[in-house]
C-alpha cells in the first residue's frame, strides 16, 4: 500500500476552516455534521498523513480533536511564527485560503517541528487552571471598582459580585486541586513541585498544565519555553543588551507572585540570588525573572530526576 506524503495546512476560525496543499488543492468547510464529514472525505481523497493546524483562542481543539480520531498527525502551531514565517516569504496580502497556504508551507519547511503530546488530562487542566485565571482578573477588577467612593446601591451590587466570584474561584481551585490528587502522574509531579519553599497548589497547578515538558527538555529549552532566557543581540562589534522574549506568559503571569515571593521571603536558595543581583544594581524585575529561570533550572532537574528540593543540591543549580 502506498504510504501517504500529502501535508495540509489549517487555518480555523469560529464558523469554518479553511484547508490547503501548498501546492495543490485548497478548500472551505462550515464548523457543523456536515462540514466535518466532507473534511475527512477531502483528507481521504488528497492521501493527507499530517495536518497542521494555527492556535485560534481554543476553535482548534475540537478540529484536532476529529483529526486525531481519524488517524492524522496534528501539529497545533504558534500564529505568530507562521506570520513571521510569511512575511519573511514575502506574502504581505493576508487572508483564510491565503494563510492555510502559508500554514502548509511553514509545516513542510519545519517538518522536524513537533508539537505538545496530545494528551486529554493534561488539556481539560489546562482549561481550568486558565478559566481561575480568567476569574481571579474579574475578581481584581469588582475589587477595583470599590477603592472609589460609591452610592450604597452600587456598593451592594459589588459586594454581591465580589462574593459570587470569590465563590467561583473557591470552587474552581477546589476542582483543580481534586484534579490533580486524582491523577498519579499530576500528583506525582505536584508533590515534587510542593516541595520547594515558595510554591504551592497554584503554582504546581500552573506548572503541571502549562509546561508538561518540564523535566523531559534540558534547562535551557525549559526556559526559553518559558520565557525567561534571555537572548543575544549582537552584530559584528556591537553587543546589544540581552532581552527575554516569546514563551508561555499565561505561566509568567501565574508565577509572578509566587516567584516574588520565593526570592523576597520564603525560598533561601533564590532570595540569595536575588539580593546579590539587587547588589550588583539590577531592577527588581530583571532579577525576579533571573530567579524564575534559575528556579524552572531547578524544577527541570528535580522532575527528571524524581526528587524533592534538597538546598544542599540545588544552591547551584
Known sequence: MTQKQTLVGID??????????RCGAQASFDDSPEGRRQLLAWLTEHDVYKAVIEATGGYERNWG???RQAGLEVLTVDPKRVRHFAKSAGQLAKNDPIDARMIAWFGEVFSD????????????????VTARLGVKRLKEQIDAWGEHEQPKAVQKVHQALLKAVAQQLAKLEATIAATIDNTPRFAERAEIIRSVPGLADIAAAGLIAFLPELGRVDRQAAAALVGVAPFDDDSGKRRGERH????????????????????????????????RLITRGKEAKVALMACLRKLIGILNTMLARGEKWDPTKHAIA
Open 65 to 67: 480533536s476529529l483529526l
Open 113 to 128: 517541528l513537533r508539537g505538545q503530546e496530545h494528551d486529554v488530562e493534561r488539556q481539560e487542566l489546562d482549561q481550568m
Open 244 to 275: 527575554i522574549k516569546a514563551g508561555r506568559q499565561k505561566l509568567r503571569n501565574l508565577l509572578f507572585m509566587p516567584i516574588m515571593g520565593a526570592a523576597t521571603q520564603h525560598n533561601p536558595v533564590l532570595k540569595a540570588c536575588y539580593n
Open 12 to 21: 480555523v476560525s469560529k464558523l469554518k476552516i479553511d484547508v490547503a496543499i
